[in-house]
């Protein structure tokens, strides 16, 4: 038990285990991910769609969806892409959880463009070509190591077009002072999220200087199986992310403070990249 205990609370290496997609794949999991999705009680997983309804107003307004070729990855359950066919763009949604594609497929747009939809990695699979915008809105760059960054971001440059835009947002550094180091734990913990069954869970928080790096480990203990789940979270400033798109091939990068919605939390903020 002791030898267990200590494992718990050993602190790895940054970004040395990577388990986002048992989050997405899992039955149980990626229902409860799909609720949080959906969900306007909490912005754990997505922001309320009034916030959402504004960043698609605004790209709308800055860009003109009408005809564009937009690539939204990470699309979850369509809660952009699907407006962003409303508006007339033909959208494309890449992700790698079945039950929020299912979930955008069977609550596409009654107007406007079609939506296709694909179960992929989008790490591992090819990306659409041409593309007039390609989003990862909700700071999806931020979970991903530097070298899973580095892969992304070059496929993101092949697949735009001559004059296409690359739009995504990450967590601030502003937001990375507010993370804490802590220990909870709990029976059913996170009330039953991990699990249909009974189980104890350990979650710890570790805060990594100077790599602006967080993360939340949750080991999950069930009768028969025990599931550790890392939760990476990169946080950046303006210049370290300006930085990055840099190197990965990116000549103009434009920081804003977000795309339409309320800037009173300043936890995040927005990019607009082009080669």
Same mark, same amino acid.
């Given at each position: 038990?002791?030898?267990?205990?200590?494992?718990?609370?050993?602190?790895? !290496?940054?970004?040395?285990?990577?388990?986002? $997609?048992?989050?997405?794949?899992?039955?149980?999991?990626?229902?409860?991910?799909?609720?949080?999705?959906?969900?306007?009680?909490?912005?754990?997983? +997505?922001?309320?769609?009034?916030?959402?309804?504004?960043?698609? %107003?605004?790209?709308?307004?800055?860009?003109?969806? %009408?005809?564009?070729?937009?690539?939204?990855? !990470?699309?979850?359950? &369509?809660?952009?892409?699907?407006?962003?066919?409303?508006?007339?763009?033909?959208?494309?949604?890449? $992700?790698?959880?079945?039950?929020?594609?299912?979930?955008?497929?069977?609550?596409?747009?009654?107007? &406007?463009?079609?939506?296709?939809?694909?179960?992929?990695?989008?790490?591992?699979?090819?990306?659409?070509?041409?593309?007039?915008?390609?989003?990862?809105?909700?700071?999806?760059?931020?979970?991903?190591?530097?070298?899973?960054?580095?892969?992304?971001?070059?496929?993101?440059?092949?697949?735009?077009?001559?004059? &296409?835009?690359?739009?995504? $947002?990450?967590?601030?550094?502003?937001?990375?002072?507010?993370?804490?180091?802590?220990?909870?734990?709990?029976?059913?913990?996170?009330? &039953?999220?991990?699990?249909?069954?009974?189980?104890?869970?350990?979650?710890?928080?570790?805060?990594?200087?100077?790599?602006?790096?967080?993360?939340?480990?949750?080991?999950?203990?069930?009768?028969?199986?025990?599931?550790?789940?890392?939760?990476?979270?990169?946080?950046? +400033?303006?210049?370290?992310?300006?930085?990055?798109?840099?190197?990965?091939?990116?000549?103009?990068?434009?920081?804003? $403070? !977000?795309?339409?919605?309320?800037?009173? %939390?300043? +936890?995040?903020?927005?990019?607009?990249?082009?080669?």
């Amino acid at each position: 038990m002791y030898d267990q205990l200590a494992e718990i609370h050993q602190r790895p !290496g940054v970004f040395s285990t990577y388990t986002a $997609d048992l989050l997405w794949t899992r039955p149980h999991l990626a229902n409860r991910m799909l609720h949080l999705h959906l969900s306007q009680d909490t912005a754990l997983a +997505s922001r309320p769609y009034t916030a959402i309804g504004r960043t698609v %107003d605004w790209i709308d307004n800055r860009f003109g969806l %009408d005809g564009r070729s937009v690539c939204d990855l !990470g699309c979850g359950p &369509g809660v952009y892409a699907n407006r962003f066919a409303e508006r007339g763009a033909i959208v494309k949604g890449i $992700d790698f959880s079945s039950h929020s594609i299912e979930y955008a497929k069977k609550h596409g747009p009654a107007e &406007g463009e079609p939506v296709t939809y694909r179960v992929a990695n989008y790490l591992t699979a090819p990306l659409p070509e041409q593309q007039d915008l390609i989003t990862l809105i909700y700071c999806d760059l931020c979970p991903l190591s530097p070298a899973q960054r580095r892969t992304l971001l070059s496929k993101v440059r092949r697949a735009l077009a001559p004059g &296409g835009k690359f739009i995504l $947002d990450v967590f601030s550094d502003t937001a990375f002072a507010d993370v804490s180091e802590a220990v909870s734990y709990g029976k059913n913990y996170m009330d &039953g999220f991990w699990s249909a069954d009974d189980y104890f869970a350990f979650h710890l928080v570790f805060r990594y200087e100077p790599d602006a790096v967080s993360l939340d480990r949750f080991t999950v203990i069930e009768e028969n199986e025990t599931s550790t789940i890392y939760n990476w979270l990169q946080y950046f +400033s303006p210049d370290r992310i300006r930085a990055e798109l840099e190197q990965a091939g990116f000549r103009t990068i434009e920081i804003t $403070d !977000g795309f339409g919605e309320d800037r009173a %939390d300043p +936890s995040t903020f927005g990019i607009i990249a082009s080669l």
